[in-house]
């Protein structure tokens, strides 16, 4: 059955990777280790943290947070991906097109940056506050709001997109039903959505990114007038791993969503938010725990316990 039988009335077709039937192998080697590798880090990054006392503070607790929504995250793409490539067959339901967890746990990961580092500024900018300030109430709250905020503003914009009537064709260029890509489809009136859309984006994009760009220009503000080069360098790398993980987020998401449509190329558009969904999450653990020395140091401790209880 060709791929243009496959879909019905209420299916649409994910053509990212069909085109590439040669490499689809090699896609499906690849894009298995990399899901792997995301769920056994992210996941080994919480078991580290919770049985590890001395990783019982705010930052650690923020840093399990953000690794269980990075692995299910993973869990929202990577396996219809992989199902997608096994059996030849591309369609999902409109039901499924909605995206409602890619979206939410992208809102997610976003907010939590943020709380991430104001964390960050609260411990270098004002350090002796910082047990009164990120009290257990306190980082409990933190993240509740965040996936509060998240869940409801992920939920607005599938609300209004199962209201949509689709009368173009149900192919799309693209390996997941990304927002962009599904709109291009829909023949209903799109105004209110788009303008829901974008306060979505004020709301979920540039507040917290502005909470960022202004504890990190506090951040740096105080280290600047530390005078020596070692109690810099102490405290820059208390938050080089969250600024990464933060350059790395914002990057793909400005390279996915915002280049000029006339550098989008139909390999780009697919191979950059592989990047974005695929790659990133992976990275996470293992720039937190190469670049944290309490990381690394735990999760030595955790190893060595588990080949005492082995042996």
């Keep these: 059955m060709g791929v243009a039988n496959q879909t019905s009335i209420s299916d649409f077709l994910l053509l990212g990777f069909s085109q590439h039937t040669e490499q689809q192998p090699l896609l499906f080697g690849l894009f298995l280790a990399v899901y792997l590798v995301t769920v056994l880090g992210n996941l080994l990054i919480i078991l ?33 991906v992989l199902l997608n490539i ?9 039901t499924g097109c909605l995206m409602f967890f890619f979206m939410e746990l992208t809102l997610l990961d976003d907010f939590l940056l943020a709380v991430m580092a104001y964390d960050r500024y609260v411990a270098i900018c004002l350090p002796l506050h910082y047990t009164t300030i990120m009290g257990p109430q306190r980082c409990l709250l933190l993240v509740a709001t965040s996936w509060l905020s998240s869940h409801l ?17 149900h192919a799309i260029l693209h390996f997941f039903c990304d927002l ?12 209110t959505f788009l303008l829901m859309m974008f306060a979505e984006a004020a709301l979920s994009g540039v507040v ?13 503000h105080t280290i600047l007038r530390i005078p ?23 990057g793909t998401v400005f ?5 000029p449509s006339s550098s989008n190329s139909a390999d780009t558009g697919v191979m950059a938010p592989v990047v974005y969904t695929m790659v990133t999450p992976m990275l996470n653990p293992f720039i ?6 309490d990381m690394k140091g735990a999760l030595w401790r955790e190893l060595g316990t588990k080949r005492v209880r082995i042996c």
């Design 86 to 94: 096994h059996t030849q067959h591309y369609t999902i339901s409109h």
């Design 153 to 169: 503003l992920a939920f607005s914009l599938c609300l209004l997109m199962s209201q949509f009537s689709f009368c173009a064709s």
């Design 48 to 80: 580290v943290i919770s049985s590890d006392p001395r990783l019982h503070t705010p930052m650690y607790f923020f840093l399990a947070n953000l690794s269980f929504t990075d692995t299910c995250f993973s869990c929202t793409i990577i396996p219809k």
């Design 228 to 250: 020596s080069a070692g109690g810099k360098h102490k405290v820059l790398s208390t938050c080089g791993s969250h600024l990464t993980v933060v350059t790395l987020f914002y």
């Design 180 to 191: 962009l890509p599904l709109l291009k489809l829909a023949c209903s009136d799109t105004h």
């Design 288 to 293: 937190y725990s190469l670049r944290n020395s």
């Design 208 to 220: 917290p990114l502005t909470c960022v760009l202004v504890s990190y220009a506090h951040i740096i």
């Design 255 to 259: 390279l996915v969503y915002f280049q």
